[in-house]
């Protein structure tokens, strides 16, 4: 991934490539509207919905690219990852199409139907605690012994290339978009959004949606460095992770701002999805609409999209039960 100190910052021609790569292997997601949400904030709202792809979220895109350019040779050792859980499925979903081994280590607090979807593509899961600190260390151990090639979660240009294509379609589907808008936890798809914007839509304004309880990016963009959380707590399991050097490259350079939310706005704000529009969304992709219905002042009059990065929930475990 890196040439010795040397950041490898993707192109757009590897967002090309990556589409045309992993076609077979995904969905084009589709673009719903609601004429509610709409009225409620005040702004055309436009939903990219990876909840309906393949996995379950958008990860799959970056995943399926970096496991389908890998060499023979380099397949033949399989691939491992450190992951909540969005990433581990997807790349399980990915070595499970190409036929090579995966190790995924997820935090023993990772939601049991993330877990359950890991072991079904053919996953093996080792367990860590639930900090990034405990996550790199167990996950070096897995390394040392496989031999696999890490497939970061998002700090990797081939999964940054690949989260570039949710943005690329969506630009094809809906015309005249004033703003993306996407979660942010580590920044692959924040990231991915800006290198496929700033090529095509350099007008586009893009902006991240982050909890109020995981703020590092948002206190990142702020003071014009990485701070980074080690074990955050949220309801917005996928977005605990700190921004790492590639996606800073990307945020620090090309977001518009970062937006907060509290945990109650969060859930409101998924529940309402469910209600209104009648899909099954997770936590960390209530986040950007819970940011717009609290800064309408921001949004309001221009023709938004919104990115919904996954619908892999514990319905079990359904947040606003727990209140």
């Known amino acids: 991934m890196f040439g010795g100190d040397v950041m490898e910052i993707p192109?757009?021609?590897?967002?090309?490539?990556?589409?045309?790569?992993?076609?077979?292997?995904?969905?084009?997601?589709?673009v719903l509207t609601s004429s509610y949400f709409n009225e409620l904030s005040g702004a055309e709202l436009?939903?990219?919905?990876?909840?309906?792809?393949?996995?379950?979220?958008?990860?799959?895109?970056?995943?399926?690219?970096?496991?389908?350019?890998?060499?023979?040779?380099?397949?033949?050792?399989?691939?491992?990852?450190?992951?909540?859980?969005?990433?581990?499925?997807?790349?399980?979903?990915?070595?499970?199409?190409?036929?090579?081994?995966?190790?995924?280590?997820?935090?023993?607090?990772?939601?049991?139907?993330?877990?359950?979807?890991?072991?079904?593509?053919?996953?093996?899961i080792v367990e860590c605690e639930p900090s990034t600190s405990s996550r790199e260390a167990v996950f070096a151990e897995v390394v040392a012994e496989t031999g696999a090639e890490f497939v970061h979660p998002y700090n990797d240009p081939r999964v940054i290339a690949g989260q570039g294509t949710c943005s690329l379609e969506l630009t094809e589907q809906v015309e005249g978009l004033d703003s993306v808008i996407?979660?942010?936890?580590?920044?692959?798809m924040v990231s991915g959004t800006c290198l496929t914007l700033s090529s095509i839509a350099p007008q586009m304004k893009i902006y991240a949606a982050e909890p109020k309880n995981a703020d590092d990016a948002y206190r990142s963009f702020k003071a014009g460095r990485i701070i980074a959380d080690d074990a955050p707590?949220?309801?917005?399991?996928?977005?605990?992770?700190?921004?790492?050097?590639?996606?800073?490259?990307f945020v620090s350079r090309y977001v518009s701002d970062i937006f907060t939310a509290t945990e109650d706005e969060i859930v409101?704000?998924?529940?309402?999805?469910?209600?209104?529009?009648?899909?099954?969304?997770?936590?960390?992709?209530?986040?950007?609409?819970?940011?717009?219905?609290?800064?309408?002042?921001?949004?309001?009059?221009?023709?938004?999209?919104?990115?919904?990065?996954?619908?892999?929930?514990?319905?079990?475990?359904?947040?606003?039960?727990?209140?």
């Open 268 to 323: 409101d704000a998924m529940k309402l999805t469910w209600e209104r529009m009648k899909i099954v969304i997770e936590p960390s992709c209530a986040v950007p609409l819970a940011v717009i219905l609290k800064n309408k002042d921001v949004f309001a009059g221009q023709r938004v999209g919104v990115i919904i990065t996954g619908g892999n929930v514990d319905l079990d475990r359904l947040p606003w039960l727990a209140r």
């Open 46 to 124: 436009f939903f990219k919905c990876e909840n309906f792809q393949k996995a379950g979220a958008f990860k799959v895109r970056g995943a399926c690219n970096a496991v389908f350019g890998l060499s023979d040779e380099m397949a033949a050792k399989g691939v491992a990852t450190h992951s909540s859980g969005n990433h581990a499925l997807s790349l399980s979903y990915a070595a499970g199409r190409r036929g090579i081994p995966v190790t995924v280590v997820m935090p023993r607090t990772a939601p049991a139907a993330k877990k359950a979807a890991v072991r079904g593509y053919g996953g093996r």
């Open 233 to 249: 707590q949220t309801v917005a399991d996928g977005l605990k992770v700190p921004l790492k050097d590639l996606t800073w490259h």
């Open 182 to 188: 996407a979660p942010i936890g580590g920044g692959g």
């Open 11 to 30: 192109s757009f021609e590897d967002v090309k490539a990556a589409h045309a790569r992993i076609k077979p292997y995904i969905h084009r997601t589709p």
